[in-house]
């Protein structure tokens, strides 16, 4: 087994365990979006885009090489699931959004800052806005 595959499969069990405990934590309450909600969303995309890595690779002829990104976008997602809590939702966003414009697509540093600030401002008028939902955007000091 390649390690594309190897971390691909490892993508897809923890997505399916983060998907568990989004079910545990509930997806409405009250009205409003649960605090299981982001999370479900965030695994079922996991889940699909490893299992599209999984087939792509499986695909590939025999010589295919160690490719290091899928292990560096989960260590990137962890790293900013590690900040959040204190740093709040808009600082962690900014610099992981930045991170893998720049440099996982490989696009310009100027189109990634860009992109990371207006995917961010989205984000906190979509949460705080149209879901209603109370996040943290700013450290607590």
């Known amino acids: ?54 087939v792509q690779t499986w695909r590939e002829p025999e010589g295919e090489t160690f490719r290091p990104m899928p292990i560096a976008a989960l260590g990137l997602i962890w790293v900013y699931s590690l900040l959040l809590p204190w740093l709040g939702f808009a600082i962690p966003t900014v610099i992981m959004l930045f991170i893998w414009v720049k440099v996982v697509f490989g696009r310009p540093a100027w189109l990634a800052a860009l992109l990371a600030v207006l995917l961010t401002l989205g984000g906190i008028v979509l949460f705080g806005t149209f879901l209603d939902t109370p996040i943290e955007v700013w450290p607590n000091v």
């Open 1 to 54: 087994m390649s390690p594309t595959v190897i971390s691909a499969l490892v993508m897809i069990v923890l997505s399916l365990a983060f998907g568990y405990g989004s079910y545990r934590l509930g997806f409405w309450d009250y009205g409003i979006p649960g605090s299981g909600l982001l999370p479900m969303l965030a695994s079922a995309v996991l889940l699909v885009l490893a299992s599209i890595l999984l």
